[in-house]
């Protein structure tokens, strides 16, 4: 018997041992990525060079291609469905040099909303990269080139699909005119060919006949969970920058009709 208690015992101990160094074995993500000293111009006047602009014929070919096939889908479809060509806003928000905030928007975006019997069902999202804008042309083509890649077709457009809408007990009939209601929509975001799943809690309005969806806090959008993190290198060397944060948040206001 006490043979039996010991090695149940030296067991338990092994399963703890391995299951604890498997927990803390994954490496946490960086909250920056830092460039390595070697790469940086210690002139604190440098500024990059212009950048040549890139060839995003192709791409942009196949993100209109995308947005029609989107936009058919709802046309066509038997449900009642919504959608929008490029109509709100689609902003984001990143740090460079640790406390630098870089702001800027993406200018081509087209959405699709499924309407049940009691309200939002589904709400498809794309994005063409190459309308990144953040108010600097010579960076707008290195984000382009460098970190997106965007200029290949099948990198220049990221979608988001949420297929899981939480309406919190929402019946359409409930949804008057001007009163706005919050849900949790969750779903799957497509970037740099690596899908992660992705949450937004969101404000409904409609009024009108135009359905407003808003994300009521940014999302955080992680460099390292879609493959970048090897490009922010390539970046910051390219901007003279010391550190890249890892995370970018994300606002997205949409107006469908």
């Not at 604890?20 to 990059?48: C, L, M």
């Not at 947005?67 to 929008?84: F, K, M, P, Q, W």
């Not at 960076?139 to 309406?167: A, H, W």
Request: proline share 5%.
């Amino acid at each position: 018997m006490a043979n039996q208690f010991r090695n149940k015992w030296l067991i338990a101990v092994l399963f703890l041992v391995v299951f604890t160094s498997s927990a803390f074995s994954a490496e946490a993500p960086p909250e920056h990525f830092q460039n390595p000293p070697e790469n940086i111009n210690p002139d604190p006047n440098f500024v990059p060079g212009s950048y040549p602009i890139p060839d995003t014929y192709a791409a942009r070919s196949a993100y209109e291609l995308k947005r029609s096939e989107l936009v058919g889908s709802a046309l066509n479809g038997e449900a009642e469905r919504i959608y929008s060509i490029g109509n709100g806003e689609i902003q984001f928000s990143s740090v460079k040099n640790e406390t630098a905030n870089v702001i800027g928007s993406f200018r081509n975006f087209s959405a699709v909303g499924m309407i049940g019997e009691e309200g939002p069902k589904q709400l498809d999202l794309i994005v063409d990269l190459n309308s990144i804008d953040t108010g600097v042309p010579g960076r707008d083509r290195r984000i382009q080139s460098l970190f997106f890649q965007s200029i290949k077709p099948e990198l220049g457009t990221v979608s988001v699909i949420f297929d899981r809408i939480n309406l919190g007990g929402l019946l359409r009939s409930a949804l008057e005119d001007g009163t706005t209601h919050q849900i949790l929509a969750q779903g799957t975001l497509l970037l740099n060919g690596v899908s992660q799943m992705v949450s937004a809690s969101l404000n409904v309005t409609k009024k009108s006949g135009t359905w407003t969806v808003e994300t009521i806090s940014p999302v955080s959008v992680l460099i390292s969970d879609f493959s970048l993190g090897e490009r922010a290198y390539e970046l910051m060397k390219a901007c003279n920058h010391k550190s890249i944060g890892n995370a970018v948040s994300v606002t997205v206001k949409l107006y469908l009709r």
